[in-house]
Structures are given as C-alpha cells and as structure tokens.
C-alpha cells in the first residue's frame, strides 16, 4: 500500500480489522491503533534464524520503518507523514511470529519488536514519509 490515512482516537481507515475498535468493558477507543517495526530489527531477526530475508509485512506491522530507534520515542508524540501518533509502548510478539519463521517470536521478546501507537491527529502517510519526534 502506497498510502494510508490515520483517524485520531481511531486508527488506520483501511484497516478494517483494527478501525475504531472500543474495549469491550469501557466502550472507549482502543490505544492499539497502529504499530510500526524497524526493517534493520527485523533483518537482523532473519540473520540470527538463518533465514535470507523476511519479507516486508510479514512481521505485521502497519509501518515498516529505516533509520530509526522506535523504542527511544516511547511515551512521545511523534510526527509520521501529515499524522501525529503516541508511541505508548512496545509491541507484543504473538505467535503468529514463529508461522514466518520458527524462534522469531523468542528473538522480539524484550523491546525488540516494534512499538505501538494512537493517532493523536489524522492525517496521510505515504511510503518514504518523514518520521521525527514531536515536542512532548
């Protein structure tokens, strides 16, 4: 996909699984909205399992990233194409991992899995947006 559009408090628009999910128990809007990998995480996974590469969106990420340390941004806001996301916490590996390749899921264990984030403010990404931290 080329491009996506974030909705505040709701997600990714073309994500029909994830848009405008609500917890069950308080009926409020989801923080999992969106999650972002690094591609330099994900190669050096492939490496230590002696697989030649993973392809990209195998991992699951809504956003595959180059050149940036996602979990020091933890806890900010970041700018993400036109979007503004919080980025609340690492990813949590499920064991759909180990179906791309066996010991992945072992290997994204502890901050080596990408991070999660709400959008704070819709806007469009594109393949090849800047991606830089906000001032919170």
């Known amino acids: 996909m080329e491009l996506i559009h974030l909705v505040a408090n709701k997600g990714i628009a073309e994500d029909a699984r994830y848009f405008d999910r609500r917890s069950r128990t308080s009926g409020q809007p989801s923080r999992r909205q969106v999650s972002l990998i690094e591609r330099e995480q994900i190669a050096e996974h492939a490496a230590i399992l002696g697989a030649e590469t993973i392809a990209p969106g195998a991992a699951r990420a ?3 990233t180059h050149g940036i340390n996602l979990q ?3 806890g900010r806001e970041v700018e993400v194409g036109e979007a503004v996301l919080l980025f609340y916490e690492a990813r949590q590996p499920c064991q759909k991992m180990d179906l791309i390749c066996p010991g992945l899921r072992k290997l994204m264990e502890n901050s080596r899995q990408g991070v999660m984030a709400q959008v704070i403010q819709d806007g469009v990404v594109r393949v090849g947006d800047t991606i830089r931290a906000g001032t919170s």
Do not use: M, V, Y
């Open 62 to 64: 809504n956003i595959e």
């Open 72 to 74: 020091l941004w933890i």
